[in-house]
């Protein structure tokens, strides 16, 4: 089946940094990549769509120069978190759509201190 | 936009009886209708998913129904296991932008 690898799993950083994640989508061409924000016992909150060679997509509420997001081929996205503070801290998770649906990675735990 | 509703947010089971719980969905344009299954500190798994097309799927334990009309849907899993707890989610598309919606999650216990 369809597989999405992203990296860090987990990430600890300090106030102030930056922090990339990846997602990539190992045996498919994603037409279209997601990036969720998920708070402890909540449900996935879409934070931007992005797809190849264009300008993401954020959602309402989301600052596009908070969380910039790069999808440089239609088997890579990255997030980054710039200048990182506390309450960025939060279990990200991206997705990538093809045909076939939606296939989720494994998710990144960031912890800003 | 999609709005999707999910019921119940906890459920507990005994090990061996059935689970169901149900979604609603706003927006008849919908046509995909995936369920999730997340463990702790896990991305989400698809479980099983349908399509507008077809009223019902079942693959071993686990079955969806869709009911259009009514817009909802509803995951059934039967003879459950301990390694059945965790939390699920079912999910709508949106015709446009090709994002999918989320229910809020349910958290499954099986009691052994």
Known sequence: GAVVSQHPSRVICKSGTSVKIECRSLDFQATTMFWYRQFPKQSLMLMATSNEGSKATYEQGVEKDKFLINHASLTLSTLTVTSAHPEDSSFYICSASDFYGYTFGSGTRLTVV | ?112
């Open chain 2, 1 to 112: 936009g999609e709005n999707v509703e999910q019921h119940p947010s906890t459920l507990s089971v005994q090990e061996g009886d059935s689970a169901v719980i149900k979604c609603t969905y706003s927006d008849s344009a919908s046509n995909y209708f995936p369920w999730y299954k997340q463990e702790l500190g896990k991305g989400p798994q698809l479980i099983i998913d349908i399509r507008s097309n077809v009223g019902e799927k079942k693959d071993q334990r686990i079955a969806v129904t869709l009911n259009k009309t009514a817009k909802h849907f509803s995951l059934h899993i039967t003879e459950t296991q301990p390694e059945d707890s965790a939390v699920y989610f079912c999910a709508a598309n949106q015709a446009a932008g090709n994002k999918l919606t989320f229910g809020g999650g349910t958290r499954v216990l099986v009691k052994p």
